[in-house]
């Protein structure tokens, strides 16, 4: 099966497309579905406090929707794309009666069907993870955006998967020692170290203006969960405590599960 279409099967009605629009309505309390909030409210915060009335926002991979309903139609230019016909179809339904003033169209991260110039504020949450290329992806954020235009870019963290398995990490420490780095495969849907994303953010003319991460995710040993519930809530409620605590800046960065990065447009020179 090709990229795009794993895409869009993986998105489908008949897989994960109810699972990922349940993921936003309070009714899995896992720290899954706690982090996405997070950085779902993070996202809407930030344009409620960045974007001026009438601003151009889109979200990119906007799934059923979440981001979108929090936004008001009558204040912003709202525009939300996806490649799954089947998640639009539930943004539109989550949308209600907001839906007729909120543009959704089908699309890809790496084709944005979009004019040059035109957008305030890019969301892109999770959604480079299953872009075929992310230097592509990242281009066409940059091509859409106004000059001093911003986006919100997220990503899962290849390391966390090191860092929260006791296991993987005795085994990747007795590979480093030989000489053997990990290697993120090359798939859909993929955690991505934050190197490779920032080598990609350097070839495009958008730069960093602000970075944070949230939550640890689950807990597993050898690549099985053993907790996504309160004792993982708890745990990641304790590395946050004690790493902040211990201003471990790092090492937070290093272990945390979610990586946001606020992006800004760079004027034309």
């Known amino acids: ?13 008949t897989k994960d497309a109810r699972k990922w629009s349940a993921i936003y309505t309070g009714a899995q309390p896992n720290v899954e579905a706690l982090s996405f909030r997070a950085r779902r409210d993070f996202s809407v915060d930030y344009i409620h406090a960045q974007a001026p009335t009438g601003a151009c926002i889109v979200d990119l991979g906007c799934g059923a929707g979440p981001v979108l309903v929090k936004l008001d139609a009558r204040q912003y230019q709202l525009i939300g794309m996806d490649y799954s016909t089947d998640m639009l179809q539930l943004a539109r339904a989550n949308l209600g009666a907001q839906a007729q003033q909120v543009f959704l169209i089908q699309g890809e991260c790496e084709q944005i069907p979009l004019p040059s110039g035109s957008v305030d504020i890019v969301v892109c949450l ?9 230097e592509n992806a990242l281009h066409e954020i940059s091509r859409i955006l106004k000059p001093d235009g911003q986006a919100i870019v997220t990503y899962r963290n290849f390391y966390n998967d090191v860092f929260m398995d006791p296991a993987l990490l005795v085994k990747t420490i007795a590979r480093f020692m030989l000489g053997q780095r990990p290697t993120p495969a090359n798939t859909i849907g993929r955690s991505i170290p934050r190197a490779e994303v920032i080598a990609q953010i350097a070839k495009t003319h958008l730069r960093i203006i602000d970075e944070t991460q949230i939550g640890f995710g689950t807990l597993r040993f050898n690549k099985k969960i053993i907790s ?4 993982a809530a708890h745990c990641n409620r304790l590395i946050h405590w004690l790493l902040s605590t211990l201003k471990l800046k790092k090492l937070y960065r290093a272990m945390a599960d979610i990586h946001i990065i606020v992006l800004k ?5």
């Open 1 to 13: 099966m090709q990229w795009k279409e794993q895409a869009q099967d993986r998105f489908s009605d």
């Open 126 to 134: 999770g959604v480079i993870s299953y872009a075929e290329s992310i």
């Open 228 to 231: 996504d519930g309160k004792l």
């Open 265 to 269: 447009r760079e004027l034309a020179v």
